[in-house]
């Protein structure tokens, strides 16, 4: 199908857009994918950025991130930089009409923003 944004491919009829969330057409086993560029906007009269803090990204079913049903990547901030990457990859099972969707947990205490080239995938493996 046709991206609704330029530079942006999707095919199939799971993922919305808006909501950012991708639904199963049928029950099986799929691969996800997220990779995020996270900006830390810590107040420059701190100048601590976020070192030292954890960034967890997970990918749930049903919004639900816990027992066997998310993926989920956790990283320390050590650097100084402003700017992180993480990436998440792993397959879960989903039933037809469930969703999932990526969340960002921020231990950082700072305001984080996903910037612009993340990505979000989905592909039914098998039934």
């Not at 070192?51 to 050590?78: F, P």
């Not at 998440?88 to 969703?99: D, E, I, R, S």
């Amino acid at each position: 199908s046709q991206p609704e944004r330029e530079r942006m491919f999707h095919r199939g009829p799971g993922l919305n857009l808006t909501s950012g969330q991708y639904t199963a057409p049928f029950a099986g086993y799929y691969t996800f994918s997220t990779t995020l560029y996270i900006a830390c906007r810590e107040p420059r009269r701190k100048r601590q950025g976020c070192r030292g803090s954890r960034l967890r990204v997970l990918i749930c079913v049903q919004s639900c991130c816990q027992h066997n049903s998310h993926l989920e990547s956790v990283s320390q901030l050590e650097n100084s930089s402003d700017l992180f990457t993480i990436s998440v990859t792993g397959t879960l099972y989903l039933q037809a009409g469930q969703y999932a969707s990526v969340f960002v947990d921020n231990t950082a205490g700072s305001p984080l923003t996903v910037q612009g080239g993340s990505d979000f995938s989905a592909v039914l493996l098998g039934v």
